[in-house]
Structures are given as structure tokens and as C-alpha cells.
T-cell receptor, first 113, second 115 residues
Framework: NAGVMQNPRHLVRRRGQEARLRCSPM?????VYWYRQLPEEGLKFMVY????????ESGMPKERFSAEFPKEGPSILRIQQVVRGDSAAYFC???????????FGNGTRLTVT | DAKTTQPPSMDCAEGRAANLPCNHS???????VYWYRQIHSQGPQYIIH???NNETNEMASLIITEDRKSSTLILPHATLRDTAVYYC????????????????FGQGTILTVHP
């Protein structure tokens, strides 16, 4: 049973470009969470999605960031017009039910130049 | 979610038990204690969780005090590969609001296992 798959593993974008981060949850998992870890800082919750629905986006910046989890396909975290402060590791986690343990992927490391 | 307090760092000799403490004095009756760890450059790894009874799995044991205000994660025979940041997290079991299911990470304990 494959774990949570995130791609790309590393992503380099110039300021002003768009970044699209993909997350394929574990088989049978319909709950997806996105976290961000800035350099030398802790993990910060961004958004919690259940198939086709955003349940909690209290940690998402109000502008430029969006997330989706369509009926078919991976969850996507989209960052428009990236800035240097967006450089971070972005982790996705999934679970089969809302209160089951979360299982994390190994993240996408975004570098904005 | 209730706040947790962990020592910033701990050392342990390889082969010995590592006992990682966590205080969660404001924990509510509907909150579980979860432990995760993060090895450098990897995603957090689930270790164990419990409500009020002690728990054991293939990775670790979790000892929760009777009043539930503190807990200890025990790695019975630490290896060099157990060097990581260990996070103790209190997580709501059920809630009517929008924060259910979310894990809130603190600063954790940096455990260094020495040869």
C-alpha cells in the first residue's frame, strides 16, 4: 500500500510565477490536509479538505493560495504570483476518516528565486 | 486544542530507553494525546496515540497519567535512526466546529541518540 505521494519533490519558481503542488492520498483516504514548514520553523496547518469540499481553511493566506481535492485525481495546492516568503516545505497528509491518524508525505520543497 | 509543553532537547544512548515527557495540563475529556516525529527532511511520522489508557505498538509505548495532565513516550531501545524531532499533540476527538481533525504542532523535543 503506497504512502502519501507528493510531487514534485523540489520545485523552483521565479517571483511572480505560479506553483502547483500535487498530493495523492493513500488508497481509501478521502481526507487531505496541507501543512507548511518555513525554514527552521514548525509545521503550520493550512487547509483541510474532504473530497470536493474545503472543510477548514483557517490557516490559508487570504490571497494567492488555493486548494482543491476533486472527485477524481490528486489534491492540488496552488500558489499564484509566488514571492520569496513562500519558500518552504509543503506537506500533505491524508486519513480515511476525520479523526483517524494522519499519514504524511515527504513534502514538496518550494524555492522562489 | 490544549497547549502542550515539551523539553526542547534530550539525549539518549543507543540501546537505552528514551523517555520523552509531555505536559498537557489543560487537556479536556474529549482530547486524545498524539505523538509524531519528524526525521530531518522527511514528513512527520505517526507514532502512537491514546485517550486515557496506556498504549503500546511496535514503535513505542505511551504512558498517560491518571489525571491525564501529562504523558511519556517511551522508545524501549533507541537507535541512531530514532534521532528526530518528537511532537506531542493534543487533538480534539469530536467537535461541532470546523477545527475537528486538525493537528496543531508545537516546537517538539529534539531527541539525539548517541552511539
Amino acid at each position: 500500500n503506497a504512502g502519501v505521494m507528493q510531487n514534485p519533490r523540489h520545485l523552483v519558481r521565479r517571483r511572480g510565477q505560479e506553483a502547483r503542488l500535487r498530493c495523492s492520498p493513500m488508497k481509501g483516504h478521502s481526507h487531505v490536509y496541507w501543512y507548511r514548514q518555513l525554514p527552521e520553523e514548525g509545521l503550520k496547518f493550512m487547509v483541510y479538505l474532504q473530497k470536493e469540499n474545503i472543510i477548514d481553511e483557517s490557516g490559508m493566506p487570504k490571497e494567492r493560495f488555493s486548494a482543491e481535492f476533486p472527485k477524481e485525481g490528486p489534491s492540488i495546492l496552488r500558489i499564484q504570483q509566488v514571492v520569496r516568503g513562500d519558500s518552504a516545505a509543503y506537506f500533505c497528509a491524508s486519513s480515511p476518516r476525520s479523526f483517524s491518524p494522519l499519514h504524511f508525505g515527504n513534502g514538496t520543497r518550494l524555492t522562489v528565486t | 486544542d490544549a497547549k502542550t509543553t515539551q523539553p526542547p532537547s534530550m539525549d539518549c544512548a543507543e540501546g537505552r530507553a528514551a523517555n520523552l515527557p509531555c505536559n498537557h495540563s489543560t487537556i479536556s475529556g474529549n482530547e486524545y494525546v498524539y505523538w509524531y516525529r519528524q526525521i530531518h527532511s522527511q514528513g512527520p511520522q505517526y507514532i502512537i496515540h491514546g485517550l486515557k489508557n496506556n498504549e503500546t505498538n511496535e514503535m513505542a509505548s505511551l504512558i498517560i497519567t491518571e489525571d491525564r495532565k501529562s504523558s511519556t513516550l517511551i522508545l524501549p531501545h533507541a537507535t541512531l535512526r530514532d534521532t528526530a524531532v518528537y511532537y506531542c499533540i493534543v487533538r480534539v476527538v469530536n467537535a461541532g466546529g470546523t477545527s475537528y481533525g486538525k493537528l496543531t504542532f508545537g516546537q517538539g523535543t529534539i531527541l539525539t541518540v548517541h552511539p
